[in-house]
């Protein structure tokens, strides 16, 4: 048996680590200790055993990760290794037209004047402007 592959079962947070989902291990358990991993849509301690055909959910900063465990490993390995390791079925990200403006102020910077009132509501739809 190789140093890889381990038998059985796995924690989550070194399978998470290993199939490159999040950049360190402590990193991981982190994620695991602030409630932001899912095991089959139960919260999951850092030391919880995950097994082939579990569903795994990973909230990053880009948004979720949905992840089903094909193959479990203890190691970090390649990228292109790591790929064959789950199935990802996260959703795409939605276009860039459906993402939500804001207006952002730098703090500190005072009232909007008239101009940049009348940009903001312009922004947000509430005025059609000139």
Known sequence: ?????APGSV???SWIWAVRVLKTRSAATAASK???VRVNDERAKAAQPVRIGDEVRVRTGE???IL???RLIVKRVSAPVAAECFEDLTPPPPPREERVLTAVRDRGAGRPTKKDRRDIDRLLGEHPGP
Do not use: C, L
Request: charged share 30%; hydrophobic share 35%.
């Open 68 to 70: 089903i465990v094909r």
């Open 34 to 36: 602030a409630g932001h």
């Open 1 to 5: 048996m190789s140093n890889v592959t």
């Open 63 to 65: 948004g979720e990760r």
């Open 11 to 13: 924690r989550v947070d």
